[in-house]
């Protein structure tokens, strides 16, 4: 388990995955373009979060903050299929820190409730960030 995925365990551990969860259904898929531009899709649950979806990539989506108040997860939507509308926190964010760019979503947010999403993350976890080099 990489140390990204052990916060998606103790989410479903502690049952901190938001409402009552859907049955499991690994079968929705999500596009990942990376700031390098290789594009990777990803599998997830239903309600998994774009960052949850993101744990299986070599570089998943970072993170900045356990509460959804940085931004540092920000991805552009390029296709927003199959993603939940925003809730009322992701929205009053989103509306303060890029009011100007309304295809902006917090990856940390953003459930995925059906398959097709293509997003571009802004920024990657890499061994280095990890390391703090
Ligand atoms: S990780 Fe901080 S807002 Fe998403």
């Known amino acids: 388990m990489t140390p990204w995925g052990i916060r ?14 859907a049955p499991k259904d690994e079968s929705l898929t999500l596009h990942i373009v990376l700031p390098t531009g290789k594009e990777h899709e990803v599998k997830a649950e239903m309600r998994y ?11 998943p989506i970072a993170t900045g903050c356990p509460d959804g108040g940085c931004g540092g997860c920000t991805v552009e939507v390029i296709d ?3 993603l939940a509308a925003p809730t009322a926190a992701e929205r009053k964010l989103l509306d303060e820190k890029w009011k100007d760019k ?3 979503r ?17 920024s990657v976890w890499t061994m280095d960030t990890t390391r703090g080099t």
């Open 80 to 82: 927003g299929t199959g």
């Open 49 to 59: 979060t774009i960052v949850m979806a993101s744990q299986t990539l070599e570089t």
């Open 102 to 104: 309304p295809n902006f």
């Open 8 to 21: 998606n365990r103790i989410k479903d551990l502690v049952g901190a995955g938001g409402p009552a969860r």
């Open 106 to 122: 917090l990856a940390c947010h953003a459930r995925i409730i059906g398959s097709g999403a293509r997003v571009k993350a802004m």
